[in-house]
């Protein structure tokens, strides 16, 4: 009876908590106020000053995790409705988000192998690229710490916002589909979100290549696994 | 008025429970087939695929999907909370790998905008 109690008031907690940042944030859309952040730290700040173990938090917070699956599925809905934009512009995609994936997983095999960093951990930051729902999947499924994923990507998408414009800026990418491409498979859903500012054809490349890096990253992943 | 309501809800959970159920066949066809890769990829494959040749229909989807995208940061929060776990992550080698990501990133966002620019160029001339 205790344990459906508890089980309750995290839900709810976490529930009620998100539902409030995300006021605050439609109110005051700074990217340090994104709800994710600001949920998780007041929830860190709960537990570890209530001295609450994070099991204890997990029997309500993994009835909210388990949705991550139905969640990752619906986003062949905003998929299939950019078929159209898709198909237009296929080759910039294509040739876009398979270079994308390469540097991304590329270069962290790379730094790995030249701090000698231990197995477990590049299988962590293997995923760090791709929309957190589907990098925490993937991290489980090659045995990285699915939890240290989140946060890396998290850390890759604030990045990938805050200073990101301006080493594009640097480096002459200028028009909207390459903005909009570098976004979505560098910086996932906060790259989407920022690249609104670029107008309507750099959202839809941003939004169709976090899509696609995330199904081809699933498998390509993987395979860089077996490989290294 | 309040009864639309009711069947939106009504409509919104069906539609939830119907990927909930391609995400359960997806993670059953990667086990079957011994695959390394989340069983959601495949679920959500099979739904693109479902709706590209109109074995599903997108009305059939549409609401539950919506909702569920608008929502989805909620379900990451048990994933990022588990950072309290891991304090060694504000060591100096926490800090190089978060210094790592960010380097990743960047060359990432240079690479896929370079090489997608001067794939925009050429289709110019």
Same mark, same amino acid.
């Given at each position: 009876?205790?344990?459906?109690?508890?089980?309750?008031?995290?839900?709810?907690?976490?529930?009620?908590?998100?539902?409030?940042m995300?006021?605050?944030?439609?109110?005051?859309?700074?990217?340090?106020?994104?709800?994710?952040?600001?949920?998780?730290?007041?929830?860190?700040?709960?537990?570890?000053?209530?001295?609450?173990?994070?099991?204890?938090?997990?029997?309500?917070?993994?009835?909210?995790?388990?949705?991550?699956?139905?969640?990752?599925?619906?986003?062949?809905?905003?998929?299939?409705?950019?078929?159209?934009?898709?198909?237009?512009?296929?080759?910039?995609?294509?040739?876009?988000?398979?270079?994308?994936?390469?540097?991304?997983m590329?270069?962290?095999?790379?730094?790995?192998?030249?701090?000698?960093?231990?197995?477990e951990?590049?299988?962590?930051?293997?995923?760090?690229?791709?929309?957190?729902?589907?990098?925490?999947?993937l991290?489980e499924?090659?045995?990285?710490?699915?939890?240290?994923?989140?946060?890396?990507?998290?850390?890759?998408?604030?990045?990938?916002?805050?200073?990101?414009?301006?080493?594009m800026?640097?480096?002459?990418?200028?028009?909207?589909?390459?903005?909009?491409?570098?976004?979505?498979?560098?910086?996932?859903?906060?790259?989407?979100?920022?690249?609104?500012?670029?107008?309507?054809?750099?959202?839809?490349?941003?939004?169709?290549?976090?899509?696609?890096?995330?199904?081809?990253?699933?498998?390509?992943?993987p395979?860089?696994?077996?490989?290294? | 008025?309040?009864?639309?309501?009711?069947?939106?809800?009504?409509?919104?959970?069906?539609?939830?429970?119907?990927?909930?159920?391609?995400?359960?066949?997806?993670?059953?066809?990667?086990?079957?087939?011994? #695959?390394? &890769?989340? %069983?959601?990829?495949v679920? @959500?494959?099979?739904?693109?695929?479902?709706?590209? +040749?109109? !074995? =599903?229909?997108?009305?059939?989807?549409?609401?539950?999907?919506?909702?569920?995208?608008?929502?989805?940061?909620?379900?990451?929060?048990?994933?990022?909370?588990?950072?309290?776990?891991?304090?060694?992550? #504000?060591? &100096?080698? %926490?800090?190089?790998l978060? @210094?790592?990501?960010?380097?990743?990133?960047?060359? +990432?966002? !240079? =690479?896929?905008?370079?090489?997608?620019?001067?794939?925009e160029?050429?289709?110019?001339?």
């Amino acid at each position: 009876m205790q344990n459906i109690g508890i089980t309750l008031l995290f839900i709810v907690l976490t529930i009620g908590l998100f539902w409030f940042m995300r006021n605050l944030y439609q109110r005051y859309p700074f990217a340090f106020f994104h709800p994710v952040l600001t949920t998780t730290i007041v929830i860190c700040v709960l537990l570890v000053q209530l001295q609450i173990p994070y099991t204890t938090y997990m029997e309500g917070g993994q009835w909210l995790e388990r949705l991550l699956g139905p969640a990752v599925v619906a986003l062949a809905y905003p998929l299939y409705n950019q078929r159209t934009v898709m198909m237009r512009y296929k080759e910039a995609i294509i040739l876009g988000i398979s270079t994308g994936l390469i540097t991304a997983m590329g270069s962290i095999i790379l730094f790995a192998k030249l701090y000698k960093i231990e197995k477990e951990m590049i299988y962590t930051l293997l995923p760090k690229s791709m929309t957190t729902p589907v990098a925490i999947q993937l991290s489980e499924s090659i045995s990285g710490i699915p939890t240290l994923t989140a946060v890396f990507v998290m850390i890759a998408g604030f990045s990938g916002i805050i200073i990101g414009p301006l080493v594009m800026k640097w480096t002459g990418i200028e028009q909207p589909i390459g903005k909009g491409l570098a976004l979505g498979s560098a910086a996932h859903a906060l790259g989407i979100a920022k690249s609104t500012e670029y107008g309507e054809l750099a959202l839809s490349m941003a939004s169709v290549s976090m899509t696609l890096s995330a199904i081809m990253g699933a498998f390509v992943g993987p395979i860089l696994v077996y490989i290294i | 008025m309040k009864k639309k309501i009711y069947i939106k809800i009504l409509l919104i959970l069906v539609q939830i429970i119907f990927l909930y159920g391609l995400s359960i066949l997806g993670n059953l066809i990667v086990s079957l087939l011994n #695959l390394p &890769i989340p %069983g959601s990829i495949v679920g @959500l494959l099979l739904l693109f695929m479902g709706l590209h +040749t109109n !074995i =599903i229909p997108v009305t059939f989807i549409q609401e539950g999907a919506g909702f569920i995208l608008v929502v989805l940061p909620l379900f990451l929060i048990p994933s990022t909370v588990g950072v309290i776990e891991y304090p060694e992550l #504000l060591s &100096i080698r %926490g800090v190089m790998l978060i @210094l790592m990501v960010m380097v990743s990133t960047f060359l +990432t966002m !240079i =690479i896929v905008g370079r090489v997608s620019t001067f794939r925009e160029k050429k289709e110019e001339v």
